[in-house]
């Protein structure tokens, strides 16, 4: 599978990349700098230039990929409100050209937004849509993508 992988050279991304590979997937990695096209050419991905406020190049990455990982994200919490829209926009915009299709999107995401009382554990089969946390944008994005199928 070609898989379009957003924040390659990132944390989670950066760790992803090799075992895409190594499994026998072809990676088409984001990168919005220089030296993460150094580091996904090294690692033996494509490279694919762009960001996340650029939802066309978004929608190209998707289009011409098997499936996509989404792990990017603008880690600015200056404006955490923001940045979880400018979260929110890019996963629709690549699930917008996957809709339809029987290509993944997986969306990556360290907040727990899925206990189903306080001091409960979160778990991936609960999650609250009125959850105060900002960062719930992506996870509505990725339940009305997969809703539209």
């Known amino acids: 599978m070609r898989i379009f992988l957003t ?5 989670i ?3 992803i990349v090799p075992e895409l590979i190594k499994a026998g997937h072809q990676v088409l990695g984001l990168t919005r700098s220089e030296e993460g096209v150094q580091s996904l050419t090294a690692a ?3 490279v694919h230039r762009g960001n996340l406020e650029d939802l066309e ?10 499936g996509v990982i989404h792990c990017a994200f603008d880690h600015d919490f200056s404006n ?13 915009a690549m699930g917008d050209v996957l809709v339809g299709s029987d290509r993944p999107l997986l969306i990556t995401s360290g907040t727990g937004m899925g206990n189903a009382a306080p001091g409960q554990l979160a778990t991936e089969d609960h999650f609250d849509r009125n ?8 996870e509505v994005a990725g339940a009305s993508v ?3 199928g």
């Open 57 to 66: 190049t978004l929608r190209r990455g998707a289009a011409v990929s098997d």
């Open 7 to 11: 924040g390659a050279t990132g944390f």
């Open 44 to 46: 033996g991905a494509e």
């Open 131 to 138: 959850h105060p946390n900002p960062r719930k944008a992506s």
């Open 80 to 92: 955490f409100v923001a940045i979880c829209e400018k979260d929110r926009k890019a996963i629709e």
């Open 13 to 15: 991304g950066s760790a």
């Open 146 to 148: 997969a809703e539209r």
